[in-house]
């Protein structure tokens, strides 16, 4: 595996597993889910946001997070060129980016199937008892 291969992977991870936990965030008090979606929808000017949007969204308040880090002596310009940077690249590797996520969310979709086949089975055991 090339090295652009291995950082398109890396990405498709991240990017899945960023989004699976802001879905998550759905489910607990203090997620911070509605900000996280009013930032989003700030960023894509749109009040419909896709699942799509939200992942490349994620991904570029990730990746810029981690580039700017530890790096609050950068002049505005020099923190803009690596916001402009990162997102220029990320716009180009999202297509594969997107396609190896897709192998990935079918391999947890199956995983989420075998899960409601085996509770189901386990509710109505316990119910029978």
Known sequence: ???KEMRIKALAHRGLDLWLNLELSKFRPDGGYEEVEKFLSKRFKTE???????????????LI???LKGKDYFTEEEREHVIKE??????TD??????EMEKMAENINDKISQFKELAEKYREKEGGN
């Open 1 to 3: 595996m090339n090295e």
């Open 48 to 62: 419909n946001l896709n699942p799509l949007l939200e992942v490349l969204g994620l991904l570029e308040m990730a």
């Open 86 to 91: 990162i997102i220029e690249q990320l716009t």
């Open 94 to 99: 999202f297509p594969l980016i997107v396609k």
């Open 65 to 67: 997070e981690d580039a």
